[in-house]
Every structure is written in C-alpha cells, then in structure tokens.
C-alpha cells in the first residue's frame, strides 16, 4: 500500500503549494490593488493614524496635520484660510472622500508614496508614526489673496465667479480662485455630524460651492475668444490677402452683420456702430460684426484649428487636477460660426484656459504647460521632486504675437478695458461679456497679462453674477477690478 | 539460490542480523517543546508590547508556566506511553495550539467589546480546552495500546460518526445554526462542532471497512478504456457516502464538512484499492453534485456568488470574503506585527473560521507560510507514519487521519483566502473552539500510537532451525535444499 501513499503525500503537498501560491498571489501580487478599493475601511484607518504631510504655499502650511489626544484619529486636518485655498488644498474628509491636491497628491501626503518607503520603514522601527511628504505649490500668496479678496468682495450672494493667472513664461500657477467656496475645516471635521450637515447644504446650494469653477466649469467665452480670431486671421489671412493689424477687412458690416440662412443677425454691443473695420480698431472696441464676418470669411476649419491649437476640444490637461475641456464646436454652419468666431453660440471655456490665451501672446506663442506643484518634500523637508516646465502647445509664430500683443495693448490704451489703465503698469488685456440665457446676466470676462513688455502674469478673471444692475455687468467694469488686483499684488 | 550461494551443511545456520538500534528520539522532541514554547512566548510578548498598554500582559508569567506545564507533562507521557513515537508531531501541534493561543487573546479585547465572546474572552476557554486537550491525548495513549483495537469498534464508530455529523441537520436551527451554517450543537451554554469528532470516528471506520473489502473493490472490475470500472453493487459505499455528503450540504450548508469527509472517504478507497479510477469517479460526483446543489438551493448558492465575485456586494454577502482578502493583502510580505493590523474588521468569526486573516494580515506572507509549513510537516509525519506501519489497517488509519487533517486545513485556509468556495470549518488547533481543539488533541494521540508501533522493534525472530521438513512441505533431503524455504518454486507449480 506504500506506492499510493506516497502519491496521496504528493497530493496534499500540492495542496499546500497552492495555498502558498495564493498567499503571493493575495499578499505581493494583488495586494496594492485590494488595498486601493473604496470599501476597505483599513485607508480610512490608516489616514488618521498617519502624521499626513503638507500643502505649502510659499513657507506657510495652508493645510497641515495636527497631533490630537485620540488614539483611533491621531491627526486632526487644518486649513488655514480654508476657503480662500480650498480650489488648491480641496479637503481630506472620512465621510466624503478628497478633492484637489488632498486627492491627486493623496499617496505622497499620505506616506504611501515608494520614494518615503525608506524613511517610513525607519519611522516604523523607531516606534514613531507613519509621515507623509509635503507639496509646496506655485500659488503666489500675495496674489491670492488680492485675487480672493476682490471677487469675494464684489460678488452678491448670487453670484459666482473665478480667477486663474499663471506665470506665461514657466505655467505655474500664481493664483486660483473659486467663489462662492466653502470651509474644508468643516469637511475634515472630526464630527461626523457636521461634516454631514455641511456637505448636505454645499450639495443643496445651487452655485455649487465644491466645484472648483477656474479649473473644472465652461463658460461662453465672449470677445475674450476673439484673441483666437485675431491669431486666426493674422496667421492664415483672408481670401489670399494676408492680414495684419493695420488691415481693414473689406466688406465687414459695421452695425449689423446679417447671416446666412438664418433669419438672426448680429449686432454689437449696445447697438453701436463701429468706428472702422481695421482689425485692430476692431478688436478694441470689441467690434462683434467685424470679428463674425471675419470668422466666416476664414471658414470654420481655420478657425477651429486656431481654437485646437490654444488648447480648446484638447482633454487630459492635469495640473495635476484634471481640468475640464474647453469646447470649439465642430461641423458649424457659416452663422453658427460666427456666433463661434465672438465667442458665443456652443463654444465654453475654462477661466484657466483664457490665461492660457493671454499666456501665449505673452510668451511669444508658446503655452507653457500650467502646473500648481513646484517641489515635493519628503517626510523630513528634503526636496524629492521639483517641477520642470514643460510646453503645452505653440498656437502662434512670435510676430504673430507681437502683433497681438500690440493689439491687447491698445485695447487698454484705447479700447474697452479702461479699467486696467494708470495702474502703475503697461497691460494688455481683451474684455468679454458674453450672452447667457434670458433672464441672466451675462458672464464678464477679462484676460490680461502684465507688465507688458516682460509679462511676469496672465491673467483671467470670470464673474457671472445676475444680482448687479445690467447696464453694469461688463467685463471692464466686473471683472475689470479683480485682474488690476491680482496684477499689482504680483507685480507690486 | 544456486549451492554455492549456502556456506554450511544443513543445520548450521547462521543467526539473522540484528535489527539495527532504532533512535527514540525522545530527546529531540524535549528540544522542539522548548522551541514551540519560546515560539508562543515570544508572540505573547508582542501582543502585550503592542498593545496600547505597550507592556506585558498580567497573566504573562502565569501563562508561560502553564503552557510550559503541558507540554512537559505531555513530553513525559510520550517517553513513558509511547517512547517510539515521531517527534515531530507533538511539538508541531504544540506549537499551532500554542500561537492559536495568542491570536485568540489578540482579538480578544474586539470581541468582548463587540459581544462576540463571552464576558471573560475565549483565550482563557480555549486555554482550558488546550489542558483537557493534553490529558485526554495522555488517557488515549494510557488505555489505547494497540491501535488495531479500533477495528473490532468499526461498525460501532460509523454509526456514532454518522449521528454526530448528521445530528446539527436534524437538530432545529436554534440549537445548530451560528451564521448561517448548521454544523454545530448548542445546548446548555456549550456549543460543541461534532464534526470534529466524527471526523475521527469515520476515518477509523473507513480504514477498518476498506481494510475488509479492499481486495473485492480492487480486483472484481472491468478495464475500460485503461480505466477499471467498478461493477455495480461495488460502487454501493461510494454512492452511499456520496449521498451523505449532499445531504450534509444541502441541510448543514456546509461545503467543508461535506467535502472534507467525502474526500478523505475517496482517497482511502483509493489507498486501499490502488485504483485511481475510485478517485476520477469520486471527482466527477463531488463536483457535479455540489455544482447541482448550488444551482438549486440558495443557500447555497450565495457562497458560490461570493467566491466567484467577492467585491460584488462588499456591504453585504461577499462582505467577509472581501474584508478576508483585504486582511491578506494588508499582511503584504512581512505583516503588520501582531496587535497592529485590523482582522477585526472581517466581524464575525474573526478567531474562528477567519483566524488565517490575522496570521495572513500580522504575519504577513512570511508568517503564512511558516504556519503553512508546520501544517504540512504535520501532514507528512502522518504519512510517513502509515509508511511505516506494518499492519494495513495502521497504514489506511495513519494515511487517513493525515489526509483529512490535510484537507481541513486546506478547506479552512482555502475558504478564506478564496481558493475555494468558503466553508464553516475551523482551522485544526488554530481556531476558537473548545470540542474542535479536544479531537485534534486525540487525533494526535492517534497518530503517535500508529507511530509509535511502526518504529518500535519488531520482537526478536525465532531462528530458523526447525527441521526442514517443518517448514517447507516439499523438502526432500538431499534434494538441493538447503534447509532454508524460499518461496514457491515456479517450476513447482506448472
């Protein structure tokens, strides 16, 4: 009976072979995807009981962990100046998850990241807790604040609205800006009650306080879009006739732009008529019925490509946020273009991609890819990474540039941006005021970049807000205020 | 066998060799009690330090003399009851026992906190049982000095094994049922898995039956297509143990009673008969009638949906399959270190059926497989043990006892690490669980009786100088014999 033993002793010695395949397979193999599922109540656990790292804004912590008294959540999550950083620092809630940098730097903050594998293997043997590294952003505090301050000051309390300016020449991020906001202390509560009651209210109130509007909501751009029209039409001419700023378009209505088979016409602002058609003249005043007739004169392929080129229908920008998509629609008819070519009809954009547009006139017709991480720190301070800036995408030639930036200058000088004159500095900028639906005021745009001749800023501010009176609600006079702000606290 | 081959004339022979000097090993043993002492101690010790105390525990000190306590009186019996027996087999069960010991006073404070326990914890019940476990081992190796003994009780066993495993079916839920599935008696406090026992008393059985029958089962087949098939009325205690473990499955709902002993009956059949195709019939049946009983009963049916999808419905049926397998992989290679993962969060069961998270999760991968590995040296001393043994009874006993031993352990494991369908069974010394503890303490009682007689040697054997005549009835003097039989002479018989 010996030879079927021994084959029956080969059998449960694969049966335990098995079992300690499938611990390699549990334990090494699947380990860091189980460990990642939602429901596993150990992260939650985990995150209280880890000294999480910082989000630094120049040397100040703006949400930083601090000891508690409790054993089961060791660290208490605090913001300072919550609200104002909550579209940069998002929140780090047990009952609701993270947000923004809380979110996408969640590994590094969190001490999971393999480059701290070491220091927390030593934190481990020392008997001390679990570090997580720190994040020391781009925003520059100065501007943030005069960019927070201003809009929070200035908006009703229907009203919302968002600021974005970056560094043309790098990307980095200077200021964001997201109003009405909300208080992340109250999310990282350590009660779950009143986590619960305030989330309830943000998700209720419908302005949508959570949402970060400069990175992740679309808005109809207006004649912010005719940057894009202009490089259009600068780059690739009219009927064979190359354009420069000097030219005026032959055939451009003045006062009403009547369109192909459509019974709508276009007019320009107030009703008014334009003093001439020259490009530049246009484009100061901010001249609808020149710049819809240019649209079509181009063809919506040139315009399109122009509108791609500056990063509109381009998805997967991640700063490291994902941000939401800006929109030139496709297969337009020759009217639907130009609603299109002023920045109405179906295109929307992003407040970070309109300082993406000034960014590219001001930086000689590169777009430097935006970024908000500057340096990651590892547990004990010692930098790990630093960002590099990177090129997001080459819209315009430089003389194609410089005759835009000529172009934006003017519209300060002598065009619709009055209120970024005698500021102490030369800007050029590019007002909008672009049609909602009836009943709601128009959303006011501006995009500015400064100083003029070594752009240090761009900048856009959005602010759609249906308390103010209409004859007000431009993008000179709301929007107008705010870029000055964030243009003399980063120049001042 | 040609005349040269004989060095004297009839009637000088010379005496047999020796048996050679057979090491008892005893000593050995002592050296691995110590190991599987400091082995407990030491984990001890981490719980405590690891604790929010961060020191040992009060009853440290108290529990190390008691552990050490039994194992010596443990050790003595052995030398004195036994003294052949493996050394292996003691401090292996020693040391699980021991560091079951400790997991269950690690989840302890969950589980009093929780109201899954007693007010008092289970570590202190189970150490009890661990005392009983050791004196009742003692008893069988005193009045049980021959395992041979246990055939003359086969019939005896079966019907006993039977009751026990088919008694929480017939029992209301009341007294069966502990989540879900039926395999357990309550009464008066006590909650006794008679599995456990009838795992014993069956295996005897089958050992002692398939001891009688092997030759019928073996040799009256027909070879079909390289494959022997049983006739008929052969098959009868297949079907009939086959029959059983569906009933166990479908009333008890227990996939790991039910296969457990339906496959250690089949590998014994095919032990004792040699005939694999015993196994391929057992195979086909096992999984046809457990996929047939899935499909009709619900029950049954929602185990299966929570081995195929564990992260289907983590709130709720698949819910302890899905935080087991987060335990594991919390464990990753090294462990958490005792006392500082979450096995708790498996709920229910946490020192039972789902113990192997905790080894898994604070052991990490290394723990596993050294907890693996002390299983599996369990299992092949077993089997070396019916290696040895002279007698077959002994040998389909001894290869019996470690087969099913074998199967629960990786029934238990395999269930909660999802290998296989989960099941109800408690990891063997391992697990909470006072009457599961008491039958792995005799079946390791068993076991070095059998081993013990298989290493024990043999009386002298009686020189062979009785005329030879005596003994073989063709002698003839002078006839080229040497007075030695060696066997039938081919040419004889034609």
């Given amino acids: 009976?010996?030879?079927?033993?021994?084959?029956?002793?080969?059998?449960?010695?694969?049966?335990?072979?098995?079992?300690?395949?499938?611990?390699?397979?549990?334990?090494?193999?699947?380990a860091s995807s189980y460990s990642a599922h939602a429901d596993n109540y150990r992260n939650t656990i985990y995150n209280y009981q880890v000294d999480r790292g910082s989000i630094i804004v120049g040397s100040t912590s703006v949400a930083?962990?601090?000891?508690?008294?409790?054993?089961?959540?060791?660290?208490?999550?605090?913001?300072?100046?919550?609200?104002?950083?909550?579209?940069?620092?998002?929140?780090?809630?047990?009952?609701?998850?993270?947000?923004?940098?809380?979110?996408?730097?969640?590994?590094?903050?969190?001490?999971?990241?393999?480059?701290?594998?070491t220091q927390n293997f030593i934190r481990k043997a020392e008997g001390k807790d679990q570090a997580g590294g720190s994040v020391v952003t781009t925003i520059n505090a100065k501007a943030q604040d005069a960019a927070y301050q201003a809009l929070t000051s200035e908006l009703s309390s229907v009203g919302e609205g968002a600021v974005a300016a970056i560094n043309p020449k790098t990307g980095a991020i200077l200021a964001l800006v997201s109003a009405p906001s909300y208080d992340p202390n109250k999310l990282a509560s350590a009660s779950s009650s009143v986590q619960n009651s305030y989330a309830t209210a943000l998700n209720n109130n419908s302005l949508q306080p959570k949402l970060d509007k400069a990175l992740n909501q679309t808005y109809p751009p207006g004649s912010t879009f005719k940057i894009v029209t202009s490089a259009a039409a600068l780059t690739d001419g009219i009927g064979g006739q190359s354009v420069t700023p000097n030219t005026s378009i032959p055939g451009a209505p003045l006062t009403t732009l009547t369109l192909p088979q459509s019974t709508s016409t276009i007019s320009n602002s107030g009703g008014e008529t334009c003093n001439s058609a020259v490009l530049m003249d246009a484009f100061a005043q901010s001249c609808n019925t020149v710049y819809g007739y240019v649209g079509m004169q181009l063809g919506a392929s040139n315009v399109q490509n122009m509108a791609q080129a500056f990063g509109f229908n381009r998805t997967g920008l991640t700063v490291p946020m994902t941000t939401s998509t800006?929109?030139?629609?496709?297969?337009?008819?020759?009217?639907?273009?130009?609603?299109?070519?002023?920045?109405?009809?179906?295109?929307?954009?992003?407040?970070l991609e309109g300082a993406m547009m000034a960014s590219a006139v001001a930086n000689g017709g590169t777009i430097e890819a935006p970024y908000l991480i500057a340096k990651e720190l590892d547990t004990s301070g010692n930098v790990i990474a630093s960002a590099t800036p990177t090129t997001y995408s080459t819209p315009i030639s430089g003389s194609v540039a410089t005759e835009l930036s000529t172009m934006m200058q003017d519209v300060v000088t002598n065009g619709t941006a009055t209120s970024l004159q005698n500021i102490g500095v030369s800007v050029a900028a590019k007002t909008g005021t672009a049609e909602r639906g009836t009943g709601q005021n128009p959303v006011a745009w501006m995009v500015a970049y400064a100083p003029a001749n070594d752009p240090q800023v761009a900048v856009a501010v959005m602010v759609a807000d249906n308390n103010v009176q209409p004859s007000d609600a431009f993008g000179n006079s709301l929007a107008g205020p705010i870029a000055a702000s964030v243009i003399k606290a980063v120049i001042g | 066998m040609s005349m040269a081959a004989s060095p004297s004339a009839a009637g000088a022979v010379t005496p047999p060799p020796a048996e050679p000097e057979i090491p008892k090993r005893r000593n050995a043993e002592l050296v691995l009690l110590i190991g599987a002492w400091v082995l407990g101690m030491f984990a001890y010790a981490n719980v405590g330090l690891a604790s929010s105390a961060g020191k040992l525990q009060s009853n440290f000190w108290t529990m190390g003399v008691l552990f050490a306590a039994v194992l010596l009186l443990l050790h003595l019996a052995v030398r004195w009851l036994a003294p052949y027996a493996d050394p292996l087999l003691l401090p292996l069960a020693a040391a699980i026992n021991g560091l079951g010991l400790v997991l269950i006073s690690r989840l302890d404070p969950y589980n009093i906190a929780n109201k899954m326990v007693p007010k008092a914890g289970s570590a202190g019940q189970q150490a009890i049982f661990t005392v009983i476990g050791a004196v009742v081992l003692v008893a069988v190796l005193f009045f049980l000095r021959d395992h041979k003994v246990l055939q003359r009780y086969a019939y005896v066993s079966a019907l006993a094994g039977l009751i026990l495993i088919a008694l929480p079916a017939v029992l209301p839920a009341s007294m069966s049922e502990v989540n879900g599935a039926r395999s357990w008696i309550k009464f008066a406090g006590l909650s006794i898995q008679p599995a456990e026992f009838g795992k014993l008393l069956m295996v005897s059985f089958f050992a002692a039956y398939l001891h009688a029958k092997r030759d019928t089962l073996a040799l009256a087949s027909r070879k079909v297509l390289g494959i022997y098939i049983p006739r008929g009325r052969d098959m009868g205690p297949l079907v009939a143990m086959w029959a059983f473990a569906m009933l166990v499955l479908i009333r008890e709902t227990d996939l790991g009673v039910s296969l457990m002993f339906f496959g250690a009956f089949v590998i014994m059949l095919y032990l004792a008969t040699e005939r694999a195709s015993w196994l391929i019939f057992g195979l086909l049946m096992f999984v046809g009638g457990a996929a047939l009983v899935a499909m009709l009963f619900a029950h049954v049916q929602t185990r299966f949906d929570s081995w195929l999808n564990p992260f289907g419905d983590v709130s709720g049926n698949s819910r302890q399959t899905a935080q087991s397998l987060y335990a594991f992989a919390n464990g990753g290679l090294f462990g958490t270190g005792l006392n500082q993962g979450y096995p708790t969060l498996v709920g229910f069961a946490n020192n039972a059926d789902y113990i192997m998270d905790t080894v898994g999760e604070e052991l990490g991968l290394v723990g596993l497989a050294a907890l693996l590995i002390a299983y599996g040296l369990f299992v092949a001393r077993g089997l070396k043990t019916a290696l040895l043994v002279r007698d077959p009874f002994g040998k389909l006993f001894a290869s019996g006892l470690a087969v099913v031993f074998a199967l629960q352990v990786f029934i238990t494991a395999g269930g909660v690490m999802r290998v296989i369908p989960l099941t109800g069974l408690p990891m063997p010394f391992l697990a909470a669980g006072g009457s599961a503890l008491l039958a792995n303490w005799i079946l390791v009682a068993l076991l070095l009786r059998i081993s013990d007689a298989a290493r024990r040697p043999l009386p002298p054997a009686l020189p062979l100088t009785a005329p030879p005549n005596l003994l073989d009835p063709r002698g003839v003097p002078g006839n080229g014999n040497d007075g030695r039989y060696y066997g039938q002479d081919k040419a004889v018989r034609t």
């Fill in chain 1, 1 to 30: 009976m010996n030879r079927p033993i021994k084959k029956v002793a080969i059998f449960c010695f694969a049966l335990f072979a098995v079992l300690f395949l499938d611990g390699n397979w549990l334990q090494v193999v699947k």
């Fill in chain 1, 64 to 117: 930083a962990s601090q000891a508690t008294k409790s054993t089961t959540m060791k660290y208490q999550r605090v913001y300072s100046n919550g609200a104002e950083y909550a579209p940069v620092t998002g929140y780090f809630s047990s009952n609701y998850g993270t947000a923004s940098l809380e979110q996408y730097e969640n590994t590094l903050l969190n001490g999971k990241d393999t480059r701290l594998a």
């Fill in chain 1, 326 to 351: 800006s929109v030139f629609p496709k297969n337009l008819s020759q009217a639907q273009l130009a609603q299109s070519s002023i920045g109405q009809f179906d295109v929307t954009m992003t407040p």
